[in-house]
């Protein structure tokens, strides 16, 4: 099963811009990348989705490669509030039975200084 | 305009019995797929359900199972629970886009499950 990792955590401080990468090696052809912040106890909320180069929206922009095989997530001038989880989600195809899989990402736990 | 909503939103079960959950889908979208999320981890993919049928299916046994109803609304099914299965357990919705196999997918808060 193909593995997708970030880092662990992160640290920052209020009105700094932060980048989060995640790498997916075995991302299925025709799939997008989906970024994810989660508080406790809570469900995921999207933030940005992508399929190749740059996109941006109105709280974060999302870096594609030409490979696919990573992604980073950009959030400008981070505030408090912006401490959480963050998770990527591809899509997985298993090589022997074809079989397709979302795989989240490890999870990053961002925590924002004042 | 509705989120996905899911029921109960906690539940205590004791090891052997069954439990089944439920999730509305966001309005407009037709296809539910459902996660476990054990404590300080990420989501896991159980399966996903489209015109009433399993789509797909991640590395969970039999003892999971679910449902979908011509409405979209879906249950997960758990039997013979165990300690392992105690989870959050998150049921999200989409709409496939055209050519893709990726649909963004939108998430309900959940449902605490604790096995005891």
């Known amino acids: 099963l193909a593995k997708t990792t970030q880092p662990i955590s992160m640290d920052s401080y209020e009105g700094q811009e932060v980048n989060i990468t995640c790498s997916h090696n075995n991302i299925a052809t025709n799939d997008y990348i989906t970024w994810y912040q989660q508080f406790p106890s809570q469900g995921p909320r999207f933030i940005i989705q992508g399929y190749k180069t740059k996109v941006t929206n109105e709280v974060a922009s999302l870096f594609i490669p030409a490979d696919r095989k990573s992604s980073t997530l950009s959030l400008p001038r981070v505030s408090l509030s912006d401490t959480a989880v963050y998770y990527c989600?591809?899509?997985?195809?298993?090589?022997?039975?074809?079989?397709?899989?979302?795989?989240f990402g490890t999870g990053t736990r961002l925590k924002v200084l004042a | 305009d509705a989120g996905v909503t899911q029921s109960p939103t906690h539940l205590i079960k004791t090891r052997g019995q069954q439990v089944t959950l439920r999730c509305s889908p966001k309005s407009g979208h037709d296809t539910v797929s459902w996660y476990q999320q054990a404590l300080g981890q990420g989501p896991q993919f159980i399966f996903q359900?489209?015109?009433?049928?399993?789509?797909q299916r991640g590395n969970f046994p039999d003892r999971f199972s679910g449902h979908q109803f011509p409405n979209y609304s879906s249950e997960l099914n758990v039997n013979a629970l165990l300690l392992g299965d105690s989870a959050l357990y998150l049921c999200?919705?989409?709409?496939?886009?055209?050519?893709?196999?990726?649909?963004?997918?939108?998430f309900g808060p959940g449902t605490r499950l604790t096995v005891l």
């Open positions: 989600l591809v899509g997985d195809i298993e090589g022997l039975s074809g079989t397709y899989k979302y795989i």
């Open positions: 359900y489209y015109e009433e049928e399993e789509r």
């Open positions: 999200a919705s989409s709409f496939p886009l055209a050519g893709g196999v990726t649909d963004t997918q939108y």
